[in-house]
T-cell receptor
Framework: DTAVSQTPKYLVTQMGNDKSIKCEQN?????MYWYKQDSKKFLKIMFS???????INETVPNRFSPKSPDKAHLNLHINSLELGDSAVYFC????????????FGDGTRLSIL | GNSVTQMEGPVTLSEEAFLTINCTYT??????LFWYVQYPGEGLQLLLK?????DKGSNKGFEATYRKETTSFHLEKGSVQVSDSAVYFC???????????FGTGTSLTVIP
């Protein structure tokens, strides 16, 4: 009965490859997010979708492309992986309404060789 | 604009010491404020929240009071335990959309 689940938990791959990370939430929330956390624990918002519509698209390389097939899923595809993409990627969800918190997945640890 | 400023870490305390982690914010409108905790190898978990001025959020012995006059939401705990070792994030939602603003995180290590 995990609320926000991400797969895979670990991803080790070579530079130049293409990879995807999947996220699903079973909380009935209407908004989902992708964050990147660097080695210093700094959390950077990448994208946000509300009811399958992109609402936040921060300055992120075009190699990163989110896809939301329905409001319970938000996937992240990364093309031509680079060394600097090594990080932990977190998916989160929330319900619209400022006093509602975000719920986070356990993260995907991406390592580029 | 909206932003959150947290005290720099890392913070190291002995067990049973008093903890304060400072957090101040800038926001348009009337934000909701949150503290999240991240244990090693895990995602962020909501620790407590406050949605209006003078509200006090509390959970697991941690407390924070929403102070509009000083635009602050400092996290406190009277007696920390080794199991409280984690990274703590202050965050706000400006109530004008779905975007959350996070502080840089404060790493806490509690030693026996």
């Amino acid at each position: 009965d995990t609320a926000v689940s991400q797969t895979p938990k670990y991803l080790v791959t070579q530079m130049g490859n293409d990879k995807s990370i999947k996220c699903e939430q079973n909380l009935g929330h209407d908004t989902m997010y992708w964050y990147k956390q660097d080695s210093k624990k700094f959390l950077k918002i990448m994208f946000s979708y509300n009811n399958k519509e992109l609402i936040i698209n921060e300055t992120v390389p075009n190699r990163f492309s989110p896809k939301s097939p329905d409001k319970a899923h938000l996937n992240l595809h990364i093309n031509s992986l680079e060394l600097g993409d090594s990080a932990v990627y977190f998916c989160a969800s929330s319900q619209t309404g400022g006093n509602q918190p975000q719920h986070f997945g356990d993260g995907t640890r991406l390592s580029i060789l | 604009g909206n932003s959150v400023t947290q005290m720099e870490g890392p913070v190291t305390l002995s067990e049973e010491a008093f903890l304060t982690i400072n957090c101040t914010y800038t926001a348009t409108g009337y934000p909701s404020l949150f503290w999240y905790v991240q244990y090693p190898g895990e995602g962020l978990q909501l620790l407590l929240k406050a949605t209006k001025a003078d509200d006090k959020g509390s959970n697991k012995g941690f407390e924070a009071t929403y102070r509009k006059e000083t635009t602050s939401f400092h996290l406190e705990k009277g007696s920390v335990q080794v199991s409280d070792s984690a990274v703590y994030f202050c965050a706000l939602n400006a109530n004008t959309g779905n975007q959350f603003y996070f502080g840089t995180g404060t790493s806490l290590t509690v030693i026996p």
